[in-house]
């Protein structure tokens, strides 16, 4: 694979064969064939998944290893050529799926290695007969090019030239004077055009004796099996046009018949007077954001006709963000790395039982320090940055490539952790274009506003940094009630509740913003949105007092140890995690004592694994050293490390009556935890083994219940320095 797409194998390798070459019947980037898995029936594959997890990558890609072998098409169905028609075509003569049978047909018309173009007259017919619809004026050179550039998709020669061959010009000249003529007999001047433009496309289709005519006029009677055609391809032509102005589910039956059309055009040449042989393995056409119109259309059509028996040769692979879509409501679901050595796939009787449906996992902790240290070469690499990347991304690919591009431009300026990397300017390189043909539009900003525009494109970023400071739906409306315009409020916070559940983002207890990589990226947004922070501290300021309604503090009867304190971190918000909360933010300003004071008060009353994920809880926390923590230190400095190890803050004396030794060690074992989990840091490993003493030395104050924190001794300082989420059991 050319551009490192580690954790992909199954689909592109060649040794066994992977998904793609026993779809394609060619190896990647070889011209080399591969048996088939499925010869007939065969999957529509949809790579599905949230933003970030590379499946515009993964087409990408697939492109690369078969163009010039096959023919292959990619569309990205978010593209501004999907949006709406081009000047002057009326509408109800155009739509997305039109659109996208037209581009994915130039595509694949294109000669591949020793074949050359494939004509698509079927559907250039049908596609004159739905633009006719709207050639009711006399803007003559605007119907021309409309019609040259339909009808160039029958062209079986490597025209390359600006000027239509002399056969296209012929037919369309001929197309606009019968549009000429019925517009001059026409009272108005804007009577109907379709019919004579229909004739006078199947009299053009019609003429000659060579080959290439006898295929257009079979490709031409083609349409005289369309519903209620009786055998008139005029009609068929004329019915297919009306349908498609009608709109609604009479255009979706007129798309439906467009994209079979081009399959049939596809099944001709492969399978008709060209010998198969010519071809080698199948054409492939890549579906990129198919969430969107034409996307979702494009799918129900090849899917539906599948189900009904009208087969295609095409491997069809596709990106869908989220994780399912109503059309695909019985297709079966595989991972990536169980489709290896066979897809495990089999029909059957509904159309969405046609597709393959493939949630695209993270990377591994094992593949992140690959990305890292490939991007980075001739670099001396911290050894720890690269766990620790994998800490932050989650094995995100978008998040752990630019990165990677990240240390590899600014690790010689000196920056070393995550957090460096993220607020470091990255300049972006030649191939990380904008839109179309427009290259890189900036030279150069921090990589977390890179990272954020990919992850959270358009509206709303402003109002979902401020969120992310939230736990629930409750307190992410007590934000916005005071922090947001007046016109937000709750409806707003639903909509991006919406949003998160259409884009496939996880739902996790305990956060508004579930995925974590994108929580601290819109942290660190928040935090540096003005010089001195007051957004931030006024988000945090706003939840304590929002949690502070608890009639008890710590220890009393809705603190620790009450009657609510079986309710677990991340549970649903009852008096103890209302109380964990209001630490977890004044743990963020930089205040920790009573969140010192609450793991001491509780440490010999609860279960000891639900003190455990209280622990973990709190130490989440987001910290920035422009917030010394207790007030101590310059601004920008990190104390964590040193008071985790005893070396400073002692902080306040507890109370008296209280466990001194014991309140000292919950706090080097809060800061160690804080520091060694903190996904833009890099882990310290003294302090790690620091956080083993610490939870070994506890387990012999609990004997009779001292397996839990046992563990937590031996596998959360690995967690941490692995980048792994500190395991909970």
Not at 529 to 550: G, M, N, Q, S, V
Request: proline residues 9%.
């Amino acid at each position: 694979m050319r551009r490192g797409l580690h954790g992909r194998g199954a689909l592109f390798d060649t040794e066994p064969p992977g998904l793609a070459p026993r779809l394609v019947g060619l190896r990647p980037f070889q011209h080399g064939q591969s048996p088939y898995e499925h010869p007939k029936d065969l999957p529509f594959v949809v790579f599905a998944g949230a933003r970030g997890l590379g499946k515009s990558t993964l087409l990408a890609e697939l492109r690369a290893a078969y163009q010039g072998h096959t023919p292959v098409a990619l569309i990205d169905c978010e593209a501004d050529e999907f949006t709406g028609p081009p000047a002057r075509r009326p509408r109800e003569v155009w739509s997305p799926v039109s659109q996208a049978l037209v581009t994915i047909a130039e595509q694949l018309a294109e000669p591949v290695a020793d074949a050359g173009r494939i004509p698509f007259p079927r559907l250039a017919a049908g596609l004159l007969a739905v633009a006719a619809g709207g050639w009711n004026d006399r803007d003559v050179p605007r119907i021309r090019q409309e019609a040259e550039r339909i009808l160039l998709l029958n062209d079986t020669d490597s025209w390359v030239g600006t000027i239509a061959g002399r056969w296209v010009g012929r037919v369309s000249a001929r197309l606009t004077d019968a549009l000429a003529d019925a517009l001059t007999g026409s009272l108005s001047g804007t009577g109907p055009v379709v019919e004579p433009v229909i004739e006078a496309t199947l009299e053009a289709f019609s003429e000659g004796v060579s080959p290439t005519h006898r295929r257009l006029r079979k490709a031409a009677t083609w349409y005289r099996d369309h519903p209620n055609a009786g055998g008139n391809p005029k009609l068929g032509l004329l019915l297919l046009s009306g349908h498609f102005r009608a709109g609604g589910d009479a255009r979706t039956h007129a798309e439906g018949h467009l994209v079979r059309a081009l399959l049939a055009d596809l099944d001709d040449a492969y399978g008709g007077s060209l010998p198969r042989g010519h071809r080698a393995g199948r054409p492939v056409v890549l579906i990129d954001n198919a969430q969107s119109t034409p996307g979702v259309g494009l799918i129900g059509a090849v899917l539906r006709d599948r189900a009904g028996g009208i087969a295609d040769r095409v491997a069809f692979f596709a990106g869908l963000r989220g994780h399912g879509h109503p059309a695909l409501r019985n297709a079966t679901r595989s991972t990536l790395s169980e489709l290896a050595r066979t897809s495990g796939w089999e029909p059957g009787g509904t159309a969405s039982s046609r597709a393959l449906l493939v949630p695209l996992s993270p990377l591994s902790p094992d593949d992140t320090p690959r990305v890292v240290e490939a991007a980075c070469r001739g670099l001396a690499v911290p050894s720890r940055l690269p766990h620790a990347a994998h800490r932050l991304t989650g094995g995100s690919p978008l998040g752990t490539a630019l990165l990677a591009e990240s240390a590899r431009q600014n690790l010689p300026r000196g920056a070393v952790t995550p957090g460096d990397l993220l607020t470091a300017r990255l300049v972006p390189r030649p191939e990380d274009d904008g839109p179309e043909g427009e290259g890189p539009q900036h030279d150069g900003r921090p990589a977390y506003r890179e990272l954020l525009d990919r992850l959270v494109p358009g509206d709303r970023r402003t109002e979902l940094a401020l969120l992310a400071v939230a736990h629930d739906h409750e307190s992410a409306c007590a934000l916005a009630a005071a922090r947001l315009p007046a016109g937000f409020g709750a409806a707003g916070v639903l909509a991006l509740e919406a949003r998160f559940a259409e884009e496939g983002l996880p739902t996790v207890p305990g956060q508004f913003v579930g995925d974590p990589l994108l929580r601290a990226l819109l942290l660190l947004d928040l935090y540096r949105r003005e010089p001195d922070h007051d957004t931030w501290k006024a988000a945090h300021r706003t939840l304590i007092h929002h949690y502070t309604d608890t009639p008890d503090g710590p220890g009393g009867p809705g603190g620790p140890g009450g009657p609510d304190s079986s309710d677990a971190p991340g549970a649903p918000a009852g008096r103890e995690q209302r109380v964990l909360y209001r630490l977890h933010h004044e743990l963020a300003l930089g205040a920790a004592e009573s969140a010192v004071t609450y793991l001491r008060d509780t440490f010999h009353r609860v279960d000891p694994r639900e003190w455990l994920a209280a622990l973990a809880f709190l130490s989440s926390a987001p910290y920035r050293p422009g917030t010394a923590p207790d007030g101590r230190g310059g601004p920008g400095t990190d104390d964590r490390a040193p008071v985790a190890l005893g070396r400073v803050g002692t902080g306040p004396r507890p109370p008296e009556g209280a466990d001194t030794a014991l309140h000292l060690r919950m706090r080097r074992l809060l800061y160690g935890l804080w520091q060694v989990t903190d996904p833009l840091m890099l882990p310290d490993p003294v302090v790690a083994e620091r956080l083993r003493s610490e939870l070994e030395q506890l387990s012999r104050l609990r004997p009779a219940d001292a397996e839990p924190l046992r563990r937590a001794s031996r596998h959360w300082p690995k967690d941490a320095l692995a980048g792994r989420p500190l395991r909970l059991c």
